[in-house]
């Protein structure tokens, strides 16, 4: 039995508080605002804080990051361990690190890939930026969550990965979003497309778990464009830290960032389908 504090009760917190609390975790949570159906709840970041000294953060971005992080500051000792698994910016991730340093406690940058499903199941894969010895002393927490554990480097390398990753992910939805278009202009099925797809060395699990459901545009969150969107902005932020220009992604931020507007935000980013729904349906 582990005992930790989950922070941010959204898609992914909320479904890994239940399945760790299935387990026999001793599990106590805290959500902006408040949620009902868990055995424990805290009333502040602070009390959360109290109650474990392990810390695990499902927060949506670096502000509610930076927010949480100051209401529970005074409650920090040396003893806790805190499991940022929050997307967010480099920057934010090298000031929430300084600040634990100057508390004495520890700061791992755990970022993870999976939505929905895969946390109702436990089944995330982390990216951890921390030090050998930290996430050997972690992973039997780590594990209670997830399928795999991939060591990426010194704090700050699981947040670089992840951001690349979620790049690559909205570009290749973007073009299956293209593909689609065209196939169903021309009268071809979108199970003709799939089947396509999974006889070319482009085959992915993300094409065929999207496709179908854009098909249909079921655009059930499990992965919101807002999120998407926002993860684009930090990985054009991080490329412009080392002066590359990556002319595809800024493309399809700009893409996501409409839809939003246009009132998309929290829809699946696979509504970047919708983008071409008017043409593909005549």
């Known amino acids: 039995m582990h005992q930790v504090s989950i922070l941010g009760l959204g898609i992914i917190g909320s479904r890994i508080a239940r399945h760790m609390i299935s387990l ?24 959360a804080v109290r109650a474990s000294r392990i810390i ?27 499991l940022n698994h929050s997307t967010i910016d480099l920057a934010t991730v090298d000031k929430l690190s300084l ?12 970022p993870f890939t999976g939505s929905r ?56 939805v973007q073009s299956l979003s293209e593909a689609l278009a065209i196939t169903q202009a021309y009268g071809i099925s979108p ?30 969150t499990h992965f919101s464009l807002d999120n998407m969107r926002k993860d684009g902005v930090y990985a054009q932020e991080l490329a412009a830290e080392k002066g590359i220009q990556p002319p595809v ?9 409409r839809l939003c507007r246009e009132g998309h935000a929290e829809e699946d980013f696979g509504c970047l389908a919708e983008q071409f729904d008017n043409r593909s349906r005549r």
Not at 61 to 73: I, S, W
Not at 101 to 109: A, F, H
Not at 138 to 167: C, F, Q, Y
Not at 191 to 214: C, D, E, H, T, Y
Request: glycine content about 8%.
């Open 56 to 82: 695990q953060i499902y927060l949506k971005d670096r502000d509610a990051c930076l927010e949480v992080f100051e209401q529970m500051r005074g409650a920090l000792t040396p003893e806790h361990v805190i």
């Open 117 to 172: 499903m895969p946390a109702e199941k436990g089944e995330l894969v982390y990216y951890a930026g921390t030090d050998s010895s930290t996430l050997e002393r972690m992973r039997p927490v780590l594990e209670h969550s997830s399928k795999d554990i991939l060591h990426a480097g010194g704090v700050g390398a699981g947040t670089v990965v992840k951001l690349v990753t979620n790049m690559i992910s909205a570009t290749m």
């Open 191 to 220: 199970q003709l497309l799939g089947q396509a797809i999974s006889r070319n060395v482009i085959a992915s699990p993300l094409a065929a778990f999207k496709l179908p459901l854009m098909a249909e545009r079921d655009f059930s």
């Open 249 to 257: 992604a800024a493309l399809v931020s700009s893409i996501m960032d």
């Open 24 to 47: 026999g975790d001793d599990v106590t949570v805290w959500n902006r605002t408040p949620r009902e159906g868990y055995p424990r709840t805290a009333a502040s970041p602070a009390d």
């Open 99 to 110: 600040m634990c340093s100057g508390i004495g406690c520890t700061y791992v940058d755990c």
